[in-house]
């Protein structure tokens, strides 16, 4: 089991920028990925970045370049620095762990943090 806390949501004004935290409540080393979804009202959960243990990284093709996903492995945090933000990434975003141990694959989420962006 894994508690996940997110913090760093906020207004900002579109091309703003804000960091998004993710606290684990124990070591994430065996965490075989780390990640950041977020919702819309209306919309469905979509994936936003995800880093492996080994600190290869994924991005939506809506945040690539804006967007920078890092994990700290001894301080068992996960960041998500947002710039030049857009009214579009107005959303819930939440912390996943995704652990893998054999053959299954368990999903831990944290309760999100709002994050909006105004135009």
Same mark, same amino acid.
């Given at each position: 089991?894994?508690?996940?806390?997110?913090?760093? $949501?906020?207004?900002? =004004? !579109?091309? &703003?920028?804000? *960091?998004?935290?993710?606290a684990a409540s124990r070591s994430?080393? @065996?965490? /075989?990925?780390? $990640?950041?979804?977020? =919702? !819309?009202? &209306?919309?469905? *959960?979509?994936?936003?970045?995800?880093?492996?243990?080994?600190? @290869?990284? /994924?991005?939506?093709?809506?945040?690539?370049?804006?967007?920078?996903?890092? *994990?700290?492995?001894?301080?068992?945090?996960?960041?998500?620095?947002?710039?030049?933000?857009?009214?579009?990434?107005?959303?819930?975003?939440?912390?996943?762990?995704?652990?893998?141990?054999?053959?299954?694959?368990?999903?831990?989420?944290?309760?999100?943090?709002?994050?909006?962006?105004?135009?």
């Amino acid at each position: 089991q894994v508690q996940l806390v997110e913090s760093g $949501g906020g207004l900002v =004004q !579109a091309g &703003g920028s804000l *960091r998004l935290s993710c606290a684990a409540s124990r070591s994430i080393l @065996s965490i /075989n990925r780390m $990640g950041w979804y977020r =919702q !819309a009202p &209306g919309k469905q *959960r979509e994936l936003v970045a995800t880093i492996t243990a080994g600190g @290869s990284t /994924n991005y939506a093709d809506s945040v690539k370049g804006r967007f920078t996903i890092s *994990r700290d492995n001894a301080k068992n945090t996960v960041s998500l620095q947002m710039n030049s933000l857009k009214p579009d990434d107005t959303a819930v975003y939440y912390c996943n762990a995704k652990q893998t141990i054999m053959v299954r694959t368990t999903d831990y989420w944290g309760q999100g943090t709002q994050v909006t962006v105004s135009s």
